[in-house]
């Protein structure tokens, strides 16, 4: 069941990671506050999906 949730969350950070790289273009090309906060909150739950899939990673271990 872990490797089923650690599998879950590594999705779900791949697509974080997407939808902040498309934003990241957009910002390039044209600035926008809304769009930075948006950006600031996907990199905030990157982080938090990211240190799930290290605790659950390491309790498998």
């Known amino acids: 069941m872990t490797n089923l949730n650690a599998q879950v969350l590594h999705n779900y950070a791949n697509y974080l990671e997407r939808r902040f790289d498309r934003l990241e273009l957009k910002e390039l090309r044209a600035p ?7 950006m600031e909150y996907y990199l905030n739950e990157l982080d938090v999906v990211l240190e799930l899939i290290n605790q659950i990673e390491s309790e498998t271990k």
Do not use: T
């Open 32 to 38: 926008d506050s809304r769009r930075e906060r948006q």
